[in-house]
């Protein structure tokens, strides 16, 4: 059963529904309003069991948000949990989803029940005396020494440090039985294949269309006709835990025994270069424009210091022209580079005129895609393989794209890997065009 009990009520026939809803009072019929066993469907519904992590995997837009804020909103109405931790993947990312989203903390709770959103103190305060303490997985330190009895941690897979969980963990440790929510698109990362190994571990999966009632046609229809059929969809909108893909490039396995926590010194760097794959239209429907960052730099190994790579940021996003160009500058001056490597295909001249407007002085080289996307992205992989190429935390939009993209077969058009193709320009010179790397 997916349906909620609002959604089977309203499938009656009329008189069905009549006889079940006339005799209500004005007040019950408020009370139903806001009573989330009412609206929820099952799998949004905290399961019985002696559970203590409830891990909840869905497609975008698919109301996961929304279960894990009345989770935390039942615990601190009913006195369940005193103290509880809130923790997403930036400190952004807590406050405008977890709490101030239209489907968080404050937008779900009742208008007498409201809790006090304190900011400056970074928490949340109940009625009831219940405080819901706000945490960036960005920061995994600040989660050393506080105790809470519950916890909800939003888009897990997408920390850059996990050690951000086992903090949290550590911290999950009052009353009787402490718990924690976990809501999150289902990457493989080993965070959450190790979850659903666990016998500790109750796990619920649902898809972007299974909250189709909630969602607007027109976004639904943008979802079927870009994703549908993708091994990026497979993902996003049908919550699947897609492991190795075969055809593509990259493995995960790859980043996984590559991944570094930190950043090489600044002494030990040689070059660090910004790629850009330009988009050249805005809009909510446009490609994203791809800006990745990676560095060259000493890494001793087997006694002898070879230059490795070391992908150090993902800043891409979706934007106006002007918008991207700023951010490129913004990459730039952020990490210190010494070079722009943009696309111009698409965009020709006008790459190089926006980015300029913003820093005139920038060092800049435009580059031209004369071979297909796996052909120039083969020998980047390649440096994967061997070893050489780490990234700095987790790049989780980044490496779904490495590690989903895969030939388009003819006449069907793929989605566009703006953060790959990105990448692969970054690495090309750095490395490939250079031939900078020692290679033992």
Not at 42 to 64: C, F, N, S, T, V
Not at 94 to 110: H, K, Q
Request: hydrophobic fraction near 45%.
């Amino acid at each position: 059963m997916t349906a909620s009990l609002a959604q089977r009520c309203a499938a009656l026939a009329p008189d069905e529904r009549a006889a079940l809803l006339d005799d209500i009072t004005d007040g019950e019929a408020a009370a139903l309003e806001l009573d989330w066993q009412w609206w929820a469907r099952p799998k949004q519904i905290a399961p019985a069991g002696d559970w203590r992590i409830w891990l909840m995997m869905a497609g975008r837009g698919g109301g996961k948000t929304r279960a894990g804020a009345e989770w935390v909103r039942d615990l601190a109405e009913t006195g369940q949990a005193a103290r509880i931790a809130l923790v997403g993947a930036t400190a952004a990312d807590v406050r405008d989803v977890m709490i101030e989203g239209e489907s968080g903390l404050l937008a779900i709770a009742p208008p007498d029940l409201r809790p006090d959103y304190q900011p400056s103190k970074r928490r949340v305060v109940w009625k009831t005396g219940a405080i819901a303490h706000a945490y960036s997985a960005d920061e995994p330190n600040r989660l050393r020494g506080p105790q809470h009895d519950a916890a909800w941690a939003d888009e897990l897979a997408a920390w850059r440090y996990p050690d951000a969980w086992d903090q949290l963990r550590f911290g999950v440790r009052l009353g009787s039985h402490p718990r924690t929510a976990v809501t999150t698109t289902p990457r493989p990362v080993p965070l959450i294949l190790d979850l659903l190994e666990r016998d500790d571990v109750a796990v619920a999966s649902w898809s972007t269309f299974e909250n189709a009632a909630n969602l607007a046609p027109s976004f639904l229809d943008e979802l079927r006709k870009r994703y549908e059929g993708t091994q990026l969809g497979r993902q996003e909108i049908y919550a699947e835990v897609l492991r190795e893909i075969e055809g593509a490039l990259w493995r995960r396995a790859w980043i996984e025994a590559a991944r570094v926590r930190q950043a090489p010194p600044a002494d030990a760097v040689h070059r660090i270069v910004v790629g850009v794959d330009p988009a050249v239209t805005g809009g909510a429907a446009a490609d994203e424009t791809g800006i990745v960052v990676g560095c060259l730099a000493d890494c001793w190994c087997r006694g002898s210091p070879e230059r490795h790579v070391y992908v150090l940021d993902d800043m891409s996003l979706r934007g106006s022209p002007d918008t991207w160009a700023q951010a490129v500058v913004r990459a730039y001056r952020l990490h210190g580079a010494d070079r722009v490597v943009a696309e111009v295909n698409q965009g020709g001249d006008m790459v190089e005129t926006l980015i300029r407007q913003h820093e005139p002085g920038i060092s800049y080289r435009s580059v031209h895609a004369t071979q297909g996307k796996r052909t120039r992205a083969e020998p980047v992989a390649a440096l994967y393989e061997q070893g050489i190429v780490h990234h700095v935390g987790t790049l989780a939009k980044l490496e779904d794209q490495m590690c989903s993209y895969v030939q388009p077969e003819p006449g069907k058009r793929a989605v566009s890997p703006d953060r790959m193709d990105a990448l692969v320009w970054a690495l090309h010179e750095l490395v490939i065009a250079r031939r900078a790397v020692l290679v033992a």
